[in-house]
């Protein structure tokens, strides 16, 4: 990676998941491995036909699931436009995907249909909603297969990165958990492109972007693991924060002296402890001595850093990475 430029490993990026999504549609979504090591063996080097009765059937080897169809509509809007247009993105969905969907999942091209594009389809096209009435509660990755486009386009712009990734994902996904994630893996693939190395101080380059505001990320602690302040200025009113109660630690080394502890996304839990709702149920139950030490964040911007270790754990299982 360090004897590549900019733009080889942004086209690395894009190749790479166009790649990954041909080479996933003969072996997609076996449960069982016995079965899958049957129809394809113990390793998987190339691209392969779907087996009849396959979620992929009637597709060749090579060509691209729906995910794949979506990345290359989202990287034609982004080439074309010079840069992400949500109304140009919002009007290929409607123009080039949504007339091959009925709102079945075996459907669309690709041969099936994900849980959080039918909703957006329903939403759209049988009910008449505007984009930005259309996001659903999937709790699966169809952002991000598309999104990383985004991600590579604004690999050097972090703030503008977390802002059309965030915008982009609620069309589809406006669960807090899904946006966070999906924004953090977006982070996570922007310094990979820059050619920062696939290491463990990978979270603490982050937390460098946190501290100065450049992605829209809450964290806990100050400089040397001190708590924050509890006053109301100790944090800043920035949209995008998230307040969260506790944290946990990344095995992360950072190259300066910034803190490892990187603040959990939250716990599962019928409210989102992110909601303005919690964030004020929080306050009520505090001692009225103590000032709520933080603000209410926008709705559908992301929370904790603490996904920026999720996502860099999910990037290395991935990539199967280190070897061995």
Request: aromatic letters at 8%; hydrophobic letters at 35%.
């Amino acid at each position: 990676m360090r004897n590549t430029n900019l733009q080889d490993r942004a086209a690395g990026a894009i190749m790479g998941a166009f790649i990954g999504d041909a080479m996933g549609v003969g072996p997609h979504w076996y449960y069982d491995l016995a079965e899958l090591r049957r129809d394809h063996g113990e390793w998987i080097t190339g691209y392969t036909d779907p087996r009849p009765g396959r979620y992929h059937e009637g597709l060749r080897a090579g060509q691209l699931s729906q995910p794949g169809f979506i990345l290359a509509l989202t990287l034609r809007s982004l080439v074309e436009g010079g840069g992400y247009d949500q109304e140009d993105f919002c009007g290929r969905m409607d123009r080039e995907l949504f007339p091959l969907l009925d709102g079945t999942p075996a459907c669309g091209p690709g041969g099936y249909t994900s849980q959080s594009i039918r909703e957006a389809w329903r939403r759209r096209v049988r009910e008449k909603l505007p984009w930005g009435k259309t996001g659903g509660h999937a709790d699966t990755t169809e952002a991000i297969e598309r999104t990383l486009a985004i991600a590579v386009c604004y690999a050097l712009q972090p703030a503008l990165l977390a802002e059309h990734v965030t915008r982009n994902t609620v069309l589809t996904q406006t669960d807090d958990t899904v946006v966070s994630i999906t924004v953090a893996f977006g982070a996570v693939l922007s310094l990979l492109v820059q050619g920062q190395p696939f290491d463990a101080r990978l979270s603490g380059r982050l937390m460098d972007l946190v501290a100065t505001g450049e992605l829209p990320f809450h964290t806990v602690t100050r400089e040397g693991l001190h708590p924050r302040l509890r006053t109301r200025m100790s944090v800043s009113s920035r949209p995008g924060r998230f307040p969260l109660s506790t944290a946990c630690r990344a095995p992360s080394t950072t190259r300066s002296r910034r803190p490892t502890t990187l603040p959990h996304a939250f716990a599962t839990t019928s409210n989102p402890p992110c909601s303005t709702q919690s964030t004020a149920a929080a306050r009520t139950r505090r001692a009225p001595s103590s000032p709520a030490p933080w603000p209410a964040r926008r709705p559908g911007s992301p929370p904790s850093p603490g996904v920026f270790w999720t996502a860099w754990r999910t990037l290395r299982r991935s990539l199967n990475w280190p070897p061995g």
